[in-house]
Nanobody
Framework: QLQPVESGGGLAQPGGSLTLSCVAA????????VGWFRQAPGKERKAVGC????????NIAEAMKGRFTILRDNARRKVYLLLTNLPPEDTAVYSC??????????????????WGQGTQVTVSS
């Protein structure tokens, strides 16, 4: 069973940047479409963005367009979430998820079969 593993979280200054990474414990993430979601304390989980298995299709949630980017390197079997121009409101646990689909991805969390534990992003001065 696929087990996504996130890394790269930490403390960022307002206006700063972070790059999160997602890999699979069995090194097979290149076979999956990947989504990123986040959950702030006391709030519901929200979609951040997704990327198809091939990398040809991406979708970023409207509120984050222009600031967040999703990339993948299938040779390294990694997916990246680039966070820029961070305000404190972006503080949350960011989780990587996956499902098998070659052509598209989705911001619907119910479609994803596999979830990582998440990595904490804190934006504070």
């Amino acid at each position: 069973q696929l087990q996504p593993v996130e890394s790269g979280g930490g403390l960022a200054q307002p206006g700063g940047s972070l790059t999160l990474s997602c890999v699979a414990a069995d090194n097979t993430l290149d076979l999956y479409s990947v989504g990123w979601f986040r959950q702030a304390p006391g709030k519901e989980r929200k979609a951040v963005g997704c990327i198809s298995q091939s990398g040809q299709f991406t979708n970023i949630a409207e509120a984050m367009k222009g600031r967040f980017t999703i990339l993948r390197d299938n040779a390294r079997r990694k997916v990246y979430l680039l966070l820029t121009n961070l305000p404190p409101e972006d503080t949350a646990v960011y989780s990587c998820s996956a499902f098998q689909n070659s052509y598209k991805c989705t911001l619907n969390s119910e479609i994803y079969d596999y979830w990582g534990q998440g990595t904490q992003v804190t934006v504070s001065s």
